[in-house]
């Protein structure tokens, strides 16, 4: 009996598997009802009474060898099997790489781009961070004038209680890069400027603290409301389709005079009324109007010579009215079931 212990202590000792079944067969082998243990435990009975409690602690001592080494071996070869890589099968197909997809709001500035580009237009970039007289003083926005409430400004420094043209801001439109092309760019000037920009807005399903507009200008000599009225035209129905109407309204903005409003018909219920225009028929998407001449003469462009009109629209209303989205804030918060669905979009 001794011999078959120290033979079955070395076996444990050296049993090195290579997989699980081996575990198991050793197992089977060694504990199971019909095992080795089992067959020692028979012979147990068999020792003379003076000697059991020797042979007791070994039998003991090797059952508890034996349990261990099944235990580690098992978890070893489990633990492999976890992270080992599967390379034995060559043909199985590669796991799919996710493909994030490009946001709504780009989509649509870039269709918006895209649509003005045909027009001969340039896109023109700026800063976020303006001053004063980018975004105030050079679009006639004079120092005490009340407009400059129309749009909550985001001050970064400002000089003192009073306005003042050194006041450093968060730009309130993309206007400031139209005062800045000027300066840079003789006339004939055609561009395009899209950008994010803040104000100081509580923020609701339809208004949010940032948010992006596409601004244009046209500066060249005879430029007429009608050469306006058609280009924003050939964009609407680019845009919403071949069928889409506009119609101006009366408006007011510093910089331009006359100005507008400018609606399209509802691509929804073609005009005749529903819930998105509330029953009129229209919808807003963006301001314009002829530049103002003290604009033009303000940054360095003679208004004998030169007349232009300029137009400015918020991408998420237009995304909004595109893809019938009613919460603005969905743009921002990036959820990917909200974005996916864009993916095949345009
Ligand atoms: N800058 C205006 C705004 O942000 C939009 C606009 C641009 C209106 C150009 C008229 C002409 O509201």
Not at 149 to 158: A, L, S, Y
Request: hydrophobic share 40%; glycine share 6%; aromatic share 8%.
């Amino acid at each position: 009996m001794n011999n078959k212990i120290a033979a079955l202590t070395q076996a444990v000792e050296e049993f090195a598997p290579k997989s699980l079944a081996e575990v198991e067969d050793f197992r089977i082998k060694m504990v199971g009802k019909k095992g080795e243990m089992t067959a020692l435990m028979e012979k147990f009975k068999t020792v003379a009474p003076e000697q059991k409690r020797e042979f007791g602690q070994k039998l003991n001592a090797l059952k508890n060898a034996i349990l261990a080494k099944i235990n580690e071996q098992k978890e070893l070869l489990e633990n492999q099997v976890a992270s080992a890589p599967q390379i034995d099968d060559m043909s199985r197909p590669g796991s799919a790489e996710q493909l994030g997809s490009r946001h709504p709001i780009s989509l649509v500035k870039q269709e918006i781009i895209d649509i003005f580009s045909r027009l001969g237009y340039t896109v023109a970039d700026g800063p976020e961070i303006e001053d004063d007289n980018h975004v105030f003083s050079r679009l006639n926005f004079p120092m005490e004038h009340p407009a400059r409430d129309m749009q909550d400004t985001f001050f970064v420094e400002k000089a003192g209680s009073e306005p003042s043209a050194d006041d450093v801001l968060l730009r309130t439109h993309t206007s400031s890069i139209q005062v800045r092309t000027m300066q840079q760019q003789e006339p004939p000037i055609r561009v395009i400027c899209p950008g994010r920009v803040f104000r100081n807005e509580a923020i609701s399903y339809r208004a949010h603290c940032i948010f992006h507009q596409v601004e244009g200008l046209y500066i060249d000599k005879n430029v007429s409301f009608a050469d306006m009225k058609q280009s924003l035209l050939y964009f609407s129905k680019e845009l919403f389709g071949e069928k889409t109407q506009i119609r101006m309204r009366p408006s007011y903005f510093p910089f331009t005079e006359p100005s507008a409003e400018l609606d399209v018909s509802c691509n929804l219920c073609g005009g005749k009324g529903c819930p998105v225009c509330k029953g009129t028929g229209w919808l807003e998407i963006m301001g314009c109007g002829m530049v103002d001449p003290n604009v033009l003469e303000a940054n360095g462009i003679d208004s004998k010579e030169y007349s232009g009109f300029a137009f400015g629209m918020g991408v998420e209303r237009i995304a909004m009215l595109k893809f019938g989205v009613k919460d603005l804030r969905l743009y921002f918060e990036n959820d990917v079931r909200f974005l996916h669905q864009f993916d095949s979009v345009l």
